[in-house]
Every structure is written in structure tokens, then in C-alpha cells.
């Protein structure tokens, strides 16, 4: 399972970079936002300096356009940026064209803003490299995302669509484990929810106990 960070923070991807273990990162307009990083000059500074923290891992920038045209007049622009950019598209119509010339192109996209199964489908059949659903603002609205996980798994594995199923929106540790168990290619959380999947309180006092085990021999 791949693992990317959901931020534009560089201290935290750097951080999340720094255990060996993160596969990308993902971000979009409020999380870009949330950083204070405004303006295209700064934006495309922003995801470059993104890209040089990730090394060879991907790195999805989302377009801010909602028209087929300028989809791809800022994709293309992205994707000139740094071989490692996937570019982020919206699951609207206009976006599924958009899909659709990128992959025509060999330009890799990630589809973002997916709540269900037949927008999980459409963005295969567009070629989407990944679809991104969103499984935290599902729980949010009593729905169980992890469901929604489940079907497009079924779905993209009996056709053997090569979309990358991306979980995100990922709230907390048992998001992961469980999409990992459902077979999710990827998935996206911040890096609370990836430092919590390495706790546990008997590694904690196992290894308060043998410290102190040593200490005493060692006297
Ligand atoms: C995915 O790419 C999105 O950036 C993200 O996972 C949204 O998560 P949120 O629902 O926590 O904002």
C-alpha cells in the first residue's frame, strides 16, 4: 500500500519523508490555502519545493479551473513543473474530458471529489491514473466510506481497470488499516493519523522495562 501525506506543509512532509516511508503527497486549494501560499508564481514555487522534499514520489496539484480549456492550459502547465506532478482533477463533466485528453497524452491525473461508486467508473473509463474517494467527509455525513472503498474495488478488480484506487480524506489510524485491508492502492491522511499507526502502549513499556533492565546490569 502507498502511502502519501495529505498537506502542504513542508515541515511535515519533510517529517513524513524523514521515516522512509511515504510514497507522495497530495494536496488541493485549501490545503494550499491553509499554508498562507497564494498567488501562481508562489503556488507553482510551492509544489516544486513539494516535489524536491518527495524525491521520486508523486505529487498531485490540483487545477482551479472549472472548463475543459483552462483544465488543461493549467494541467499542461503543472505537469511541465516536475515529472512527479499528477494533476488533480474535479469529478465534474467537464473534468471527465479533461481525464480523458491527459491520459490520451500520457499526462498523469488523479480524480478528486469522489463520493460513489458510478463516479469511481467514469474516472477509470476516462483513465484516470488514481481516484481519490473521499471516505472521512462520508463518515461525516453518516455514510460508511469504507463501503464505498469495497465497491470500487470489486468494480475496478472485474474489469481490471488500472485506475489506483487512493483512499482519501482519512481521518485517523483504523482508516488506514482497514482500506489496507480492503485492498486500497493508496492512501492519503495527515501525518497524525500515519504517527499514530506506529504506537502502542506494551512497545512503550516493554521498552521502558528493558532500558531499565540494562541500566541495572550495567551497574
Ligand atoms: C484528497 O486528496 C484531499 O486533499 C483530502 O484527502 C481531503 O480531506 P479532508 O476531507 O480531510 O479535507
Not at 62 to 71: L, N
Amino acid at each position: 500500500m502507498k502511502f502519501f501525506i495529505d498537506t502542504a506543509n513542508l515541515a511535515q512532509i519533510q517529517d513524513a519523508h524523514d521515516l522512509g516511508i511515504l510514497d507522495g503527497v497530495t494536496t488541493n486549494p485549501s490545503l494550499m490555502a491553509k499554508e498562507g501560499i497564494s498567488g501562481k508564481d508562489n503556488v507553482m514555487k510551492h509544489y516544486k519545493t513539494i516535489c524536491d522534499i518527495v524525491g521520486d514520489g508523486d505529487v498531485s496539484a490540483e487545477v482551479i479551473a472549472t472548463d475543459f480549456q483552462g483544465m488543461v492550459r493549467e494541467g499542461e502547465e503543472l505537469a511541465e513543473l516536475h515529472p512527479n506532478i499528477v494533476v488533480k482533477i474535479p469529478m465534474i463533466q467537464e473534468g471527465v474530458k479533461a481525464l480523458k485528453y491527459f491520459s490520451d497524452k500520457g499526462i498523469r491525473t488523479n480524480c478528486t471529489l469522489v463520493f460513489s461508486a458510478g463516479q469511481a467508473l467514469i474516472a477509470a473509463k476516462a483513465g484516470a491514473s488514481y481516484v481519490s474517494p473521499f471516505i472521512g467527509r462520508l463518515d461525516d455525513i453518516s455514510t460508511d466510506g469504507l463501503d464505498l472503498i469495497e465497491q470500487i474495488r470489486l468494480i475496478y478488480d472485474n474489469y481490471g481497470y488500472e485506475t489506483e484506487i487512493l483512499a482519501a480524506s482519512v481521518r485517523h489510524p483504523m482508516h488506514i488499516i482497514k482500506c489496507a485491508e480492503i485492498g486500497a492502492d493508496v492512501m492519503t491522511g495527515p501525518l497524525s493519523a500515519i504517527v499514530a499507526l506506529m504506537k502502542h502502549p506494551l512497545t512503550d513499556n516493554g521498552l521502558a522495562q528493558f532500558l531499565a533492565d540494562h541500566a541495572k546490569a550495567a551497574k
